[in-house]
């Protein structure tokens, strides 16, 4: 009886010391993958830096590194190719069209494809609506679409290193229009591996009582980038430990100033 | 008289001497077991604790890396400061360039923290990021 009951205890405290081992380890390495998550943004960032000044042939390449055996950042989500340049944005004169806004795919080989965007404006101004979507003189989405609602597009593709832009890439809103003032657009896109920017712009322009031209946001270059870190767990375990960080950057890297302006953080354990 | 004897019997009590000896043999090798375990498993504990406060301060260790200036992180090896809570423990930064590129330099920062005195050749906690120069983390970050 003693033996027996000795043997139950041996047995369950072993077990609760392995599990309390096995848990403290997780934690470990969940840390280690959040930090190659980092190294991941750091890495596309470098490549945004060190590739051609110009807005047009900015890019940064997919990346899969291993750091060391067992410790690996991988970034390519199609959303990370999909580069924004606002610079030569601005509205219509006298009408409600934003046009000239461009979104670039700054992959060296691959397309990416966007099947969805999500646009919101603020200030709210009643009755008006967005009524049209165009990318490169396609039209993708008719509305009316109501103020933050998620748009499904035609899909539409983007090869390596082509973009969207000129007059005939635009947004246009219908109502009757009244209000004045500045004016704030966040456009989030969603492409079809289901990867989705972070991206807004602020436009300084009198807008709906008739709006000015040539006053985009001047100077403005965003990306995001998700990467992932992941550390295999020793042992011959199949099991990973993922950390993916989804970045936003904006700056102009010719300009020799970068920043992180959003951050966000998810952990993931696979067996 | 075969009556008395069978009475006798049936009324002993207690163990006999081999009887005694087994239980003491047993309960010597039980307790033995039990005492080693017990200690195996205080230092499994004491290790676990340590691998926590390493992994936390690993973390603190790097968070600071992530707010110093990228011109304050040289390449290099260096022993950071040692918390003044945690005396057991030590810290080393190893800083090592990445990839450089006109005004753009990339560099891995590795953080290792071991007990104190110890050489950082197996280290309790490693972490292992990289730094962009001329980046900076705003807001959320």
Same mark, same amino acid.
């Given at each position: 009886?003693l033996i027996a009951v000795s043997a139950i205890l041996i047995a369950s405290?072993?077990?609760?010391?392995?599990?309390?081992?096995?848990?403290?380890?997780?934690?470990?390495?969940?840390?280690?993958?959040?930090?190659?998550?980092?190294?991941?943004?750091?890495?596309?960032?470098?490549?945004?830096?060190?590739?051609?000044?110009?807005?047009?042939?900015?890019?940064?390449?997919?990346?899969?590194?291993?750091?060391?055996?067992?410790?690996?950042?991988?970034?390519?989500?199609?959303?990370?190719?999909?580069?924004?340049?606002?610079?030569?944005?601005?509205?219509?004169?006298?009408?409600?069209?934003?046009?000239?806004?461009?979104?670039?795919?700054?992959?060296?080989?691959?397309?990416?494809?966007?099947?969805?965007?999500?646009?919101?404006? =603020?200030?709210? /101004?009643? #009755?008006? &609506?967005?009524?049209?979507? !165009?990318?490169?003189?396609?039209?993708? +989405?008719? $509305?009316?679409?109501?103020?933050?609602?998620?748009?499904?597009?035609?899909?539409?593709?983007?090869? =390596?290193?082509? /973009?969207? #832009?000129? &007059?005939?890439?635009?947004? !246009?809103?219908?109502?009757?229009?009244? +209000?004045? $003032?500045?004016?704030?657009?966040?456009?989030?896109?969603?492409?079809?591996?289901?990867?989705?920017?972070?991206?807004?712009?602020?436009?300084?322009?009198?807008?709906?009582?008739?709006?000015?031209?040539?006053?985009?946001?001047? $100077?403005?270059?965003?990306?995001?980038?998700?990467?992932?870190?992941?550390?295999?767990?020793?042992?011959?375990?199949?099991?990973?430990?993922?950390?993916?960080?989804?970045?936003?950057?904006?700056?102009?890297?010719?300009?020799?100033?970068?920043?992180?302006?959003?951050?966000?953080?998810?952990?993931?354990?696979?067996? | 008289?075969?009556?008395?004897?069978?009475?006798?019997?049936?009324?002993?009590?207690?163990?006999?001497?081999?009887?005694?000896?087994?239980?003491?043999?047993?309960?010597?090798?039980?307790?033995?077991?039990?005492?080693?375990?017990?200690?195996?498993?205080?230092?499994?504990?004491?290790?676990?604790?340590?691998?926590?406060?390493?992994?936390?301060?690993?973390?603190?260790?790097?968070?600071?890396?992530?707010?110093?200036?990228?011109?304050?992180?040289?390449?290099?090896?260096?022993?950071?400061?040692?918390?003044?809570?945690?005396?057991?423990?030590?810290?080393?930064?190893?800083?090592?360039?990445?990839?450089?590129?006109?005004?753009?330099?990339?560099?891995?920062?590795?953080?290792?923290?071991?007990?104190?005195?110890?050489?950082?050749?197996?280290?309790?906690?490693?972490?292992?990021?990289?730094?962009?120069?001329?980046?900076?983390?705003?807001?959320?970050?």
């Amino acid at each position: 009886m003693l033996i027996a009951v000795s043997a139950i205890l041996i047995a369950s405290t072993t077990l609760m010391m392995k599990n309390a081992v096995a848990q403290i380890q997780l934690q470990i390495d969940q840390t280690k993958a959040y930090y190659l998550a980092q190294s991941g943004v750091m890495r596309a960032i470098h490549n945004w830096f060190i590739s051609s000044a110009t807005d047009t042939s900015r890019r940064y390449a997919e990346l899969n590194t291993t750091i060391t055996g067992n410790q690996i950042f991988k970034t390519g989500s199609q959303a990370n190719f999909a580069y924004f340049s606002f610079n030569s944005a601005d509205w219509q004169t006298s009408n409600t069209i934003l046009r000239a806004w461009n979104i670039r795919n700054i992959h060296s080989t691959n397309s990416i494809t966007v099947k969805s965007v999500k646009i919101s404006w =603020s200030p709210a /101004a009643p #009755g008006v &609506n967005l009524n049209r979507i !165009r990318l490169a003189n396609t039209t993708v +989405a008719s $509305g009316p679409f109501l103020n933050g609602a998620t748009i499904p597009l035609t899909l539409s593709t983007l090869t =390596s290193g082509s /973009a969207w #832009g000129g &007059n005939n890439t635009n947004l !246009r809103w219908t109502g009757n229009p009244t +209000a004045t $003032g500045n004016i704030t657009i966040n456009a989030q896109w969603t492409f079809n591996d289901d990867s989705a920017t972070k991206d807004s712009v602020t436009h300084n322009v009198l807008f709906w009582n008739g709006a000015q031209a040539g006053a985009g946001l001047p $100077g403005q270059h965003t990306f995001s980038v998700t990467s992932t870190g992941q550390v295999n767990q020793s042992g011959g375990q199949a099991f990973k430990v993922l950390s993916t960080v989804k970045a936003t950057v904006s700056g102009d890297p010719s300009s020799g100033n970068v920043e992180v302006i959003d951050w966000e953080k998810v952990d993931k354990n696979i067996p | 008289m075969s009556f008395v004897r069978v009475k006798m019997i049936k009324t002993q009590k207690g163990f006999t001497l081999i009887e005694f000896v087994m239980m003491i043999a047993i309960s010597s090798f039980l307790v033995a077991g039990i005492v080693l375990f017990t200690r195996q498993q205080m230092v499994n504990g004491l290790q676990m604790r340590d691998f926590l406060v390493a992994s936390n301060l690993a973390r603190l260790k790097m968070a600071q890396m992530n707010n110093t200036a990228y011109s304050s992180l040289p390449v290099g090896t260096t022993t950071l400061p040692v918390e003044p809570s945690f005396p057991g423990f030590a810290a080393q930064r190893v800083i090592s360039a990445v990839a450089t590129s006109g005004p753009s330099s990339l560099r891995q920062i590795k953080i290792l923290l071991d007990y104190n005195g110890g050489a950082f050749s197996s280290p309790l906690v490693q972490l292992i990021t990289y730094r962009q120069s001329n980046t900076t983390f705003g807001d959320g970050a």
